[in-house]
């Protein structure tokens, strides 16, 4: 029996099978969770559904977060076909790419300000008024992503850096809020993976590479990595942690000088 059985997931930002979502509908798969997904545009129907399959054939739902309709209608469904809910994971992050990068004051707009926190932030908050009345009496637990860009300023990341900020923020608003119902809400910082989100980033190789030699564990990590332990802090394993920020990143956030620059100069 897997530390997930007869639990119920409803998991949202799975695009391909590099997603970071990906990886983690397959370790709570493996752990025993029914899954359900959700899939951004008709384009990635097809392999949301592919991921579906691989995952014990659930529910696979249209779903914009930027649309209140569309979210009242994925938890009607799963009202319908599940009547209860334990999980939920938002993998969504997005901001216009000509604001990633060259100068953050420069090149961030008002709109573009306003869709990276709708998209990236916002949307989590309104998941999970969705999920309040599905996980009513069920020790329920909502997870998000995050990245260290919304701790510390790095190049080119630019207005997703207060967007992650801000997310990471409504994490311990939504714990402190939930917490009486015995909704947990904690989120997974992750190093930097190659997924569609990091695809056409400029010098993303070379982000990679300078991630994996400073490193502590001096490598980086994988959607399997992130997806444990995705699946861990949504399990009773995890039951005395809420409005924390797990980070998955082969310990880069510990440092401030890697010993390999040393060993290099
Ligand atoms: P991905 O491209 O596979 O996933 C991003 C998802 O966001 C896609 O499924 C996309 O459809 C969805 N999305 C964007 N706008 C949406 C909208 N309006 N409505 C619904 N869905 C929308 O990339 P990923 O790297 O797996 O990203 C998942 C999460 O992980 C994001 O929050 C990202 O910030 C975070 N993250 C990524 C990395 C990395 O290096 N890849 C590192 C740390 C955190
Ligand atoms: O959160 C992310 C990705 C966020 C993202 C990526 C895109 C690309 C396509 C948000 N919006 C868009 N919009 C698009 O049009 N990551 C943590 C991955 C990532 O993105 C970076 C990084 C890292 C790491 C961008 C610049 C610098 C580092």
Same mark, same amino acid.
């Given at each position: 029996?897997?530390?997930?059985?007869?639990?119920?997931?409803?998991?949202?930002?799975?695009?391909?099978?590099?997603?970071?979502?990906?990886?983690?509908?397959?370790?709570?798969?493996?752990?025993?969770?029914?899954?359900?997904?959700?899939?951004?545009?008709?384009?990635?129907?097809?392999?949301?559904?592919?991921?579906?399959?691989?995952?014990?054939?659930?529910?696979?739902?249209?779903?914009?977060?930027?649309?209140?309709?569309?979210?009242?209608?994925?938890?009607?469904?799963?009202?319908?076909?599940? !009547?209860?809910?334990? %999980?939920? +994971?938002? #993998? $969504?992050?997005?901001? &216009?790419?000509?604001? /990633?990068?060259? *100068?953050?004051?420069?090149?961030?707009?008002?709109?573009?300000?306003?869709?990276?926190?709708?998209?990236?932030?916002?949307?989590?908050?309104?998941?999970?008024?969705?999920?309040?009345?599905?996980?009513?009496?069920?020790?329920?637990?909502?997870?998000?992503?995050?990245?260290?860009?919304?701790?510390?300023?790095?190049?080119?990341?630019?207005?997703?850096?207060?967007?992650?900020?801000?997310?990471?923020?409504?994490?311990?608003?939504?714990?402190?809020?939930? !917490?009486?119902?015995? %909704?947990? +809400?904690? #989120? $997974?910082?992750?190093? &930097?993976?190659?997924? /569609?989100?990091? *695809?056409?980033?400029?010098?993303?190789?070379?982000?990679?590479?300078?991630?994996?030699?400073?490193?502590?564990?001096?490598?980086?990590?994988?959607?399997?990595?992130?997806?444990?332990?995705?699946?861990?802090?949504?399990?009773?394993?995890?039951?005395?942690?809420?409005?924390?920020?797990?980070?998955?990143?082969?310990?880069?956030?510990?440092?401030?000088?890697?010993?390999?620059?040393?060993?290099?100069?």
């Amino acid at each position: 029996m897997g530390f997930l059985s007869n639990r119920k997931a409803l998991i949202v930002g799975v695009a391909s099978n590099r997603s970071i979502a990906w990886g983690i509908a397959e370790a709570m798969h493996r752990e025993g969770a029914e899954i359900a997904l959700t899939y951004q545009t008709d384009k990635l129907k097809g392999r949301v559904e592919q991921c579906a399959e691989a995952c014990g054939g659930g529910p696979v739902m249209p779903l914009d977060v930027t649309d209140d309709a569309q979210i009242d209608a994925v938890f009607e469904q799963l009202k319908q076909t599940w !009547g209860h809910l334990d %999980i939920v +994971v938002h #993998a $969504v992050g997005f901001a &216009p790419r000509e604001e /990633l990068e060259g *100068s953050f004051v420069e090149n961030t707009t008002r709109g573009g300000y306003a869709m990276a926190h709708d998209i990236s932030a916002y949307s989590f908050v309104a998941l999970a008024r969705g999920a309040r009345p599905l996980m009513q009496g069920r020790n329920g637990s909502l997870l998000t992503l995050s990245y260290l860009g919304g701790e510390r300023a790095l190049p080119n990341y630019n207005v997703m850096g207060p967007a992650k900020a801000s997310l990471e923020a409504s994490v311990r608003y939504m714990a402190n809020d939930l !917490g009486p119902e015995g %909704i947990r +809400v904690n #989120a $997974v910082s992750a190093g &930097p993976i190659r997924t /569609l989100a990091a *695809s056409g980033i400029g010098d993303f190789r070379k982000m990679l590479d300078l991630n994996a030699a400073s490193a502590p564990l001096r490598r980086n990590v994988g959607i399997d990595e992130v997806g444990n332990t995705s699946a861990f802090l949504c399990s009773d394993l995890a039951s005395g942690i809420t409005g924390e920020v797990v980070h998955v990143d082969a310990g880069f956030h510990a440092i401030a000088l890697s010993g390999s620059a040393l060993d290099a100069s």
